[in-house]
């Protein structure tokens, strides 16, 4: 019998935890500001990475992602008001976040071609206008968490936590059966089904385990922000950036993922900083989406790869032709 | 009622205006190599899609181990033990050709999950010779393994009906007798061989029966020395013109 090759697992997630323990002792050398960076860091690698589980894996892009973002901030700030300690209300967001994954999913996973992607953009604006239009989420002007919730030692740290157990859970479902099963329905989903493979159902777990994720990030984002509205959670350029971190690392990887977003915080932090560049980051993203497609469609994981590749090879192969 | 393991009953199936399979029964005995022939267009390749669920069939009824799996879908029919290969090789081309094979343990009949599915997935590879290519990507195989890797993902789902589609085309003389040798020995193993093929000596030589399709409908049925000499194949196969100069 074969033993898996442990590189696979366990150097990669022996690193994602050595990470883990410098980011918790952190705080102990970095100021608050580095540290909020840290934090909006981790937050979109949470995202990407969870986007990508099942956009990434199983080749499924979702543009709705804002909606389980939102269930989430949105289940945590109403439970939290209700005198609920904040921490508590995580795993019913989570839940709520999957359950209305599998709503969205079940009509439409069955349908081949673009009917998912389309459904989501249509779904995530639904939930917007309606978020916006009841009494109960306090309606276009959100709501506020009740005094006493902020602490942002702990949301951090939660938040870093997230992040790591999102990357480890990628790493993991990569070489899992699931993995497998994902990335057959992504490559050639009769083959799959030919196999027995059902393509529906493994399109509903990842789903689900991705929008319970976001949704989770959607809680933490209430209590660190304190205030949330239909225009901060629900946002569909929070879904495109969604979309566009895990494509411009490398859509499919674990890495890849985790790079798109740090350079996307990383330039989103830098540009809200220059008044002037203020409201220029999505034209960046654009021009990044476009340079990815045009030259590397495997995202900047690919390039490097690539190159590995191309340094292997003989010196006059190397030479690229003109 | 037969004891056969797999019954097809008038299966009759039409894509619009054109009868892909009209009326064709058959019966599969448990161990059996079964042959199916015809001409291109003759729709072989449709009845092996409705035997596994990856076509519904217009109307008739498929039967296997006594149960109706018609209108299963097809992960249903292959977890019942029904599988198939594709005529056009369809590999996951960016896994390798042991992630390949891993997802046919993981899932069909047996759903094997770590060493009892890596142990069946050597076993697997040993059997079809892959073993030596199982680190490299699928995309990278010649067509004569990667129809190997068809067979090997099907055998991996543990079935006890395998349905081959073609697994012979393309390949040269020495890999025919090497698949030859595999299917025989599969067959000894206790599995039941449906075949389609173009190789007319190989499906003779390999065959206990043979079933002969042409535009959609059964013309013969029976051993290989009874079917190939009955005039309706032969005309089939060589046209009435060959025939009538071949009698003068």
Same mark, same amino acid.
């Given at each position: 019998?074969?033993?898996?090759?442990?590189?696979?697992?366990?150097?990669?997630?022996?690193?994602? /935890?050595?990470?883990? *323990?410098?980011?918790?002792?952190?705080?102990?050398?970095?100021?608050?500001?580095?540290?909020?960076?840290?934090?909006? #860091?981790?937050?979109? #690698?949470?995202?990407?990475?969870?986007?990508?589980?099942?956009?990434?894996?199983?080749?499924?892009?979702?543009?709705?992602?804002?909606?389980?973002?939102?269930?989430?901030?949105?289940?945590?700030?109403?439970?939290?008001?209700?005198?609920?300690?904040?921490?508590?209300?995580?795993?019913?967001?989570?839940?709520?976040?999957?359950?209305?994954?599998?709503?969205?999913?079940?009509?439409?996973?069955?349908?081949?071609?673009?009917?998912?992607?389309?459904?989501?953009?249509?779904?995530?604006?639904?939930?917007?206008?309606?978020?916006?239009?009841?009494?109960?989420?306090?309606?276009?002007?959100?709501?506020?968490?009740?005094?006493?919730?902020? @602490?942002?030692?702990? @949301?951090?740290?939660?938040?870093?936590?997230?992040?790591?157990?999102?990357?480890?859970?990628?790493?993991?479902?990569?070489?899992?059966?699931?993995?497998?099963?994902?990335?057959?329905?992504?490559? @050639?989903?009769?083959? =799959?089904?030919?196999?027995? *493979?059902?393509?529906?159902?493994?399109?509903?777990?990842?789903?689900?385990?991705?929008?319970?994720?976001?949704?989770? =990030?959607?809680?933490?984002?209430?209590?660190?922000?304190?205030?949330?509205?239909?225009?901060?959670?629900?946002?569909?350029?929070?879904?495109?950036?969604?979309?566009?971190?895990?494509?411009?690392?490398?859509?499919?990887? /674990?890495?890849?993922?985790?790079?798109?977003?740090?350079?996307?915080?990383?330039?989103?932090?830098?540009?809200?900083?220059?008044?002037?560049?203020?409201?220029?980051?999505?034209?960046?993203?654009?021009?990044?989406?476009?340079? /990815?497609?045009?030259?590397?469609?495997?995202?900047?994981?690919?390039?490097?790869?690539?190159?590995?590749?191309?340094?292997?090879?003989?010196?006059?192969?190397?030479?690229?032709?003109? | 009622?037969?004891?056969?393991?797999?019954?097809?009953?008038?299966?009759?199936?039409?894509?619009?205006?054109?009868?892909?399979?009209?009326?064709?029964?058959?019966?599969?005995?448990?161990?059996?190599?079964?042959?199916?022939?015809?001409?291109?267009?003759?729709?072989?390749?449709?009845?092996?899609?409705?035997?596994?669920? %990856?076509?519904?069939?217009?109307?008739?009824?498929?039967?296997?181990?006594?149960?109706?799996?018609?209108?299963?879908? &097809?992960?249903?029919?292959?977890?019942?033990?029904?599988?198939? !290969?594709?005529?056009?090789?369809?590999?996951?081309?960016?896994?390798?050709?042991?992630?390949?094979?891993?997802?046919?343990?993981?899932?069909?009949?047996?759903?094997?999950?770590?060493?009892?599915?890596?142990?069946?997935?050597?076993?697997?590879?040993?059997?079809?010779?892959?073993?030596?290519?199982?680190?490299?990507?699928?995309?990278?195989?010649?067509?004569?393994?990667?129809?190997?890797?068809?067979?090997?993902? %099907?055998?991996? !789902?543990?079935?006890?009906?395998?349905?081959?589609?073609?697994?012979?085309?393309?390949? &040269?003389?020495?890999?025919?007798?090497?698949?030859? !040798?595999?299917?025989?020995?599969?067959?000894?193993?206790?599995? !039941?061989?449906?075949?389609?093929?173009?190789?007319?000596?190989?499906?003779?030589?390999?065959?206990?029966?043979?079933?002969?399709?042409?535009?959609?409908?059964?013309? %013969?049925?029976?051993?290989?020395?009874?079917?190939?000499?009955?005039?309706?194949?032969?005309?089939?196969?060589?046209?009435?013109?060959?025939?009538?100069?071949?009698?003068?």
């Amino acid at each position: 019998m074969t033993i898996r090759p442990p590189s696979r697992i366990v150097r990669p997630a022996a690193t994602v /935890v050595a990470a883990l *323990v410098l980011l918790l002792l952190a705080p102990r050398w970095l100021d608050r500001g580095t540290l909020n960076d840290l934090w909006s #860091i981790a937050f979109a #690698i949470v995202l990407a990475s969870a986007w990508n589980i099942l956009g990434g894996f199983a080749g499924q892009i979702s543009i709705g992602y804002s909606a389980f973002l939102g269930i989430g901030a949105y289940t945590t700030a109403l439970l939290s008001l209700k005198g609920i300690g904040p921490y508590w209300t995580l795993p019913l967001g989570a839940l709520l976040g999957a359950a209305f994954s599998y709503v969205v999913g079940l009509p439409t996973f069955r349908l081949r071609g673009p009917y998912f992607t389309i459904a989501t953009i249509g779904v995530s604006e639904a939930i917007r206008v309606y978020a916006a239009g009841v009494s109960y989420t306090g309606g276009s002007s959100g709501l506020r968490m009740p005094p006493g919730t902020f @602490d942002f030692g702990r @949301d951090y740290a939660a938040m870093m936590i997230l992040a790591a157990a999102v990357v480890l859970l990628s790493i993991w479902i990569r070489s899992s059966a699931l993995g497998k099963a994902l990335s057959a329905v992504r490559q @050639d989903i009769d083959a =799959a089904e030919a196999l027995g *493979v059902q393509s529906t159902r493994v399109k509903l777990i990842a789903h689900a385990l991705s929008a319970g994720i976001v949704a989770l =990030a959607g809680g933490l984002f209430a209590i660190n922000f304190q205030y949330i509205s239909p225009g901060s959670v629900f946002d569909f350029r929070l879904s495109l950036s969604i979309v566009l971190m895990p494509i411009v690392g490398g859509i499919g990887t /674990v890495a890849g993922p985790i790079l798109g977003a740090i350079i996307f915080s990383y330039l989103q932090i830098k540009l809200l900083s220059t008044p002037a560049l203020r409201d220029s980051y999505l034209f960046l993203y654009g021009g990044l989406l476009m340079l /990815v497609m045009l030259f590397e469609p495997r995202g900047l994981v690919g390039a490097w790869q690539r190159l590995q590749g191309l340094m292997r090879l003989p010196m006059r192969r190397a030479v690229p032709r003109v | 009622m037969s004891d056969a393991l797999l019954i097809a009953s008038s299966i009759t199936k039409s894509f619009g205006g054109l009868l892909a399979l009209n009326g064709v029964s058959f019966e599969v005995e448990a161990g059996q190599i079964f042959g199916v022939i015809g001409p291109n267009g003759a729709g072989k390749t449709t009845l092996f899609s409705c035997l596994v669920g %990856a076509a519904r069939p217009t109307s008739g009824e498929i039967r296997f181990l006594g149960d109706r799996i018609d209108g299963l879908p &097809n992960w249903a029919v292959v977890s019942r033990g029904v599988v198939r !290969t594709h005529q056009i090789v369809r590999p996951f081309r960016q896994m390798t050709v042991r992630e390949n094979v891993s997802v046919g343990a993981h899932f069909g009949v047996g759903r094997r999950r770590g060493a009892e599915a890596a142990w069946r997935v050597d076993s697997i590879l040993e059997k079809t010779g892959l073993a030596g290519r199982a680190e490299s990507l699928a995309g990278t195989l010649s067509i004569g393994e990667s129809k190997r890797l068809e067979i090997a993902r %099907a055998l991996a !789902t543990e079935p006890s009906v395998l349905c081959l589609d073609e697994v012979m085309g393309g390949l &040269n003389p020495s890999e025919i007798q090497g698949a030859m !040798t595999l299917i025989r020995s599969l067959r000894d193993s206790g599995l !039941t061989v449906l075949l389609i093929e173009h190789h007319v000596h190989a499906v003779v030589g390999l065959s206990d029966r043979i079933l002969v399709l042409n535009f959609g409908e059964k013309i %013969a049925e029976g051993n290989p020395g009874v079917v190939m000499s009955d005039p309706a194949v032969m005309s089939a196969y060589l046209g009435e013109d060959e025939l009538a100069g071949a009698a003068s």
